[in-house]
């Protein structure tokens, strides 16, 4: 039973250039989370999806970010003309449709961006 | 808005021996879930315990336990027995029972195992 797969682990990109993030939730979890992580910091809520619609995108920035969550395919984070500041890990997280609130989010082991 | 606070940045326990992190939070919600998730080098992030607000009785999974004090709006970990293998980040986080069910997490505390 796989779990959260997430790629590439790790991704590098020049200042400019487009980042695009893949993860394709645990079978059968409907719910996606994408969270980042900056150095020696928490993991922090950037957007909520379910099967092609956003739920909540309040932790993402206004610019340059965006994030699908097609019918048929992975959940897929893009950042476009990334910037030093965009290095991170960013994390996606999934959860089952039913259980509501009490089902844990499972994670991935996240793809670690690095600007150069 | 809810907020979530680790005031250890660091800690360090000898092996075999007791550790206690601590985590409180902010909140005006009165259901919700908190949680303790481990990250190894590996940056993997791992579910360790969680706890319903409307339970009373404190999580307990083998070796970790939490002090969760409702009132006073903190969440410890307790590891006992700790194995070398307890090296991580442990981060605290916070889920509310309504709404998009969004993680806030703490900042995190390093914890250091001496053999």
């Known amino acids: 039973n796989a779990g959260v797969m997430q790629n590439p682990r790790h991704l590098v990109r020049r200042r400019g250039q487009e980042a695009r993030l893949r993860c394709s939730p645990m079978?059968?979890?409907?719910?996606v989370y994408w969270y980042r992580q900056l150095p020696e910091e928490g993991l922090k809520f950037m957007v909520y999806l379910q099967k092609e619609n956003i739920i909540d995108e309040s932790g993402m920035p206004k610019e340059r970010f965006s994030a699908e969550f097609p019918k048929e395919g992975p959940s897929i984070l893009r950042i476009q003309q990334v910037v030093r500041g965009d290095s991170a890990a960013y994390f996606c997280?999934?959860?089952?449709?039913?259980?509501?609130?009490?089902?844990?989010?499972?994670f991935g082991d996240g793809t670690r961006l690095s600007i150069l | 808005a809810q907020t979530v606070t680790q005031s250890q940045p660091e800690m360090s326990v000898q092996e075999a021996e007791t550790v206690t992190l601590s985590c409180t939070y902010d909140t005006s919600e009165s259901d919700y879930y908190l949680f303790w998730y481990k990250q190894p080098p590996s940056r993997q992030m791992i579910l360790v315990i969680r706890q319903e607000a409307y339970k009373q009785q404190n999580a307990t999974e083998n070796r970790f336990s939490v002090n969760f004090q409702k009132a006073a709006k903190s969440f410890s970990l307790k590891i006992s027995d700790s194995q070398l293998g307890d090296a991580a980040m442990y981060f605290c986080?916070?889920?509310?029972?309504?709404?998009?069910?969004?993680?806030?997490f703490g900042t995190g505390t390093r914890l250091k195992v001496l053999a």
């Open positions: 997280a999934s959860s089952p449709r039913t259980g509501g609130s009490n089902q844990p989010q499972h």
């Open positions: 986080a916070y889920r509310s029972a309504t709404g998009t069910y969004k993680y806030i």
């Open positions: 079978k059968g979890h409907s719910h």
